[in-house]
């Protein structure tokens, strides 16, 4: 009987593959690499399931043999069996597979596949010749590019075809035209493998041996050794486990001395595998005013939370926890609290943040804790940092997690614990495929590992107070601040007074104005929040009212200014151009701008205070890794009086000097046309006016918009979540919203809008005959808000229902009856943005 083995491979929506294990190969395990056989490549796939319980053949296989592995390239499983269920478990949930699932759990370097290289013949270079310079076909093009006989990746190939042909890359046919061209003798091709199994980093030590410590002393009386080897066995004589050589090249102390004191056998030189560490870079970590080790005294309210929550973690089952707390309430020491007692079990834990800009001032309050048995998790690390540090949890060298939303699926033994902090965020939700929302899997690993789960946020999403409203999570409040601080004073400033009175152009207000001014001179600090970067939103004509557009997307470009210079940018596909002097569409040279961003509102603030120290915080200033943690570093030692920024700067800091927190156009995203929209605004406007009055000093925030009376706005102003959530929760019901009815979301994209509306129009039409038996209802299609992006025209249909996985079976078997479409469609379940 042939011994079988289910295999995940990181194709989109594939399903895991069946393989046979060579005579000879040990059966590997669940969770093992392997290298497998897949149409004309291989590629590292993950052993899902042993046995005759494997699953058939993939469709299309008919009756063909099934393919023996290539190679098993771990003795051991390299990723837990937990993991491999909870990734096998969200590629059905997500609908992306179980393979593309499971390989967002890989570190860096995991995968070896193969690839093509392909090199022109003498026939083709005489082919080449003959088309000269005109490359009138996208062969000849190919062919001008090999010209020189050397061997080109055929990803180079259809990087290079990509660009010629503004297409996007899946689209590009670079495999097909090579294949004609091998076909008729122009170009050869070879298959290598690429990649390697791991990417430690690795020294070489040069120890001092029996012998050169006997030479060392003798030289003391004249033996032979030169200077320098003298000075070398000195320096190794100190250290006797061994000098990197690196060190040893800073002293002076060169390779070939070395090399020559071990030919004389006075000198052993090794390889030693090193860790990268990423608290010694840039991005690594920011100074934290309670990172200390030293633990803060507790509230009632904290000590009581506490109390219910290590009750739940000695429990050692799933337990989901939401845990409420309004701004500056002392959650995160309840977090440190909890781990220390979690750990004590002998059971490890797991702490997630939805941003990068997050993780420095935890993980530093985590390691004045626990020291280094803490890791961090996060894609602004280098892949190597990422990867010795994927590796070091692997080993069981620590039991303290760190991260951002791919943490997730960290390779931790014994979970008792996991946190996540922000738990409303949106940057949990990964908007490329697989489309998971790290909360959501979060609870689900929790509940695999029978751990205790918490939910932090002062503004709770709606699905998750839901849960709790309905006892599927328990709710634990902190209704007061550490210290019994007061939560900041909120002044709202209707906006359409200040244009009548001051004009159109208005970016402060008279109000917010003379409160920065105010702060400065008490030498205190201030926020400013505006969710829009750039300059300018638009730039508009006068006399035919166009405005200049993305010529790839169904977007107005914005302006950013770097000094004297604009340029219009697109921030989906990141076009860029000059700003004209004259209207592209009727020449007249009429062109004005509106709209403001975090540019126009840093150069305001600069112009009414020289002597300020303003600062500005958002995508476009922290392209340099370490970047953003190096501003708030120096936001933190009060070397910046004014903070300006979007959404980054909104939320989990602590600045005890912010005394004044200013919101310029707080409903600025209330127009989106997303039913999230008010949730979100209430959720920003909230977390912001947290960020005042969190030291001695009372805070004060200052909103300005122009919708005042909007029930988000005013909430958000009492800060009264309660009373947020049932008139938000009424709109949802009305409207027939998540939380009270689970919705899919389905992009197709395509060359034209009528092609989309086309093939969505047969996906939905498939749909319907599913709809009534499963209990959903389908919408559309219709064109997407965003109709066209980064090249390509979208049309957009929903799900709406409360049984996912009938939709899910649905959409499946769409799909599966119309293959070709497959790579042209998005799906994403429980969606973040509609847009």
């Known amino acids: 009987m042939p011994r079988l083995v289910s295999v995940a491979v990181p194709v989109p929506a594939l399903d895991a593959l069946t393989y046979r294990v060579p005579d000879g190969v040990e059966l590997p395990a669940v969770g093992a690499r392997v290298l497998v056989p897949l149409g004309a490549r291989r590629l590292t796939g993950i052993v899902v399931s042993q046995g005759a319980a494997a699953p058939s053949l993939p469709h299309g296989a008919g009756g063909a043999a099934i393919k023996d592995l290539i190679d098993v390239l771990d003795a051991s499983p390299f990723l837990p069996a937990s993991v491999v269920e909870l990734g096998q478990w969200m590629g059905e949930y997500y609908a992306c597979g179980p393979g593309e699932a499971i390989g967002a759990a ?25 088309a000269g310079a005109s490359r009138a076909s996208l062969r000849e093009a190919v062919l001008a590019d090999l010209s020189g006989g050397t061997w080109t990746p055929l990803r180079a190939i259809a990087y290079r075809l990509e660009h010629a042909t503004g297409r996007r890359p899946r689209s590009v046919p670079a495999r097909s035209l090579v294949r004609a061209l091998q076909a008729e003798g122009l170009v050869e091709v070879e298959e290598v493998l690429g990649g390697k199994a791991d990417a430690f980093k690795t020294v070489r030590l ?28 000195t320096a190794l004589a100190q250290t006797p486990a061994g000098v990197a050589m690196p060190q040893l090249r800073d002293l002076g102390l060169g390779a070939d001395v070395v090399e020559r004191l071990q030919g004389r056998g006075l000198v052993t030189i090794r390889r030693e595998q090193v860790d990268r560490d990423p608290f010694e870079s840039p991005g690594g970590q920011m100074p934290d005013a309670h990172a200390g080790g030293e633990a803060r005294s507790l509230t009632s309210e904290q000590a009581a939370a506490l109390t219910r929550l290590e009750a739940l973690a000695a429990g050692k089952a799933f337990a989901p926890v939401l845990l409420h707390g309004v701004t500056g309430s002392g959650k995160t020491e309840i977090y440190l609290r909890l781990a220390a007692v979690v750990r004590q079990g002998g059971r490890s834990v797991l702490v997630l943040v939805p941003e990068i800009g997050l993780t420095p001032a ?24 990422r990867h010795d540090q994927w590796h070091r949890i692997r080993r069981g060298d620590v ?44 609870v689900m ?6 751990a205790l789960v918490v939910l932090g946020s002062a503004t709770p999403s709606m699905e998750s107070y839901q849960n709790a409203s309905a006892g599927r999570y328990e709710l634990l409040r902190l209704d007061r601040r550490v210290l019994d601080r007061p939560l900041a004073s909120v002044t709202l400033v209707n906006m359409r007074d200040e244009f009548a009175e001051r004009g159109p152009d208005t970016v402060l207000s008279s109000v917010l104005a003379d409160a920065i001014g105010q702060r400065l001179a008490r030498r205190e600090q201030v926020l400013v929040l505006l969710n829009r970067r750039g300059y300018a939103t638009a730039v508009f004509c006068r006399q035919c009212a166009g405005t200049i557009e993305c010529p790839n997307c169904s977007v107005s470009l914005t302006i950013h200014a770097r000094g004297d210079l604009m340029r219009a940018r697109c921030h989906y596909c ?15 040279p009429y062109l004005a701008q509106t709209g403001f961003g975090t540019e126009r509102v840093e150069q305001e603030i600069v112009k009414a205070y020289p002597d300020a120290r303003v ?99 005013r909430h958000a102003r009492s800060q009264d979540y309660r009373a947020y959530f049932e008139e938000e929760l009424a709109f949802r019901r009305a409207m027939l919203y998540p939380p009270q009815v689970a919705l899919a979301n389905g992009i197709v994209r395509a060359r034209s809008m009528s092609e989309a509306m086309a093939d ?55 799909l599966d009856a119309k293959p070709e479409l497959r790579r042209r469609v998005i799906i994403d379940v429980d969606p973040m943005s509609v847009l």
């Open 106 to 130: 890989m570190p860096p370097f995991a995968w070896v596949e193969s690839e093509w290289r392909v090199r022109i013949t003498s026939a083709g270079e005489a082919r080449a010749l003959r």
């Open 206 to 233: 040069a120890a001092i041996t029996p012998e050169g410590t006997q030479a060392l002393a003798a030289s003391a009386g004249g033996a032979a050794l030169g200077p320098r080897q003298r000075e070398a066995l």
């Open 362 to 385: 935890l993980v530093a309050a985590f390691r004045g804790r626990f020291g280094d048995r803490v890791a961090i998790q996060h894609s602004g690390l280098s892949d190597g940092e």
């Open 399 to 442: 039991d303290v997690v760190v991260g951002t939303r791919s943490a997730v699926f960290a390779p931790l033994a014994s979970i008792g614990l996991i946190v996540v902090d922000e738990e409303h965020d949106g940057s949990y939700k990964q908007e490329e495929s697989p489309r998971y929302h790290g909360r959501d899997v979060a």
């Open 445 to 450: 690993r929790a509940k695999r590992e029978g």
């Open 574 to 588: 990141n076009y860029s151009a000059t700003v004209p002097k004259a209207c592209p569409t009727c020449a007249a």
């Open 615 to 713: 600062s500005r915080l958002d995508r476009d200033t922290i392209r340099r890794r370490g970047a953003a943690v190096a501003l708030l570093s120096q936001f933190g030692r009060h070397e910046i009086d004014v903070l300006v920024g979007t959404q980054m700067i909104a939320k989990g800091h602590d600045f005890p000097r912010v005394t004044l927190v200013g919101v310029v156009s707080a409903d600025v995203g209330l127009g989106m046309a997303d039913f999230r929209a008010s949730e979100r605004t209430f959720q920003l406007l909230t977390q912001v006016v947290g960020r005042a009055g969190r030291g001695e000093e009372p805070g004060e925030a200052i909103v300005q918009t122009l919708y005042p009376g909007h029930y988000s706005i």
């Open 760 to 814: 969505a129009g047969v996906l939905v039409r498939s749909l319907r005959e599913s709809a009534k038996a499963g209990g959903f209802v389908v919408l559309g299609p219709a064109p997407a808000p965003f109709s066209k992006l980064r090249g390509e025209h979208r049309a957009q249909f929903f799900l709406k229902g409360s049984r996912r996985p009938a939709m899910r079976d649905a959409i499946r078997r769409a």
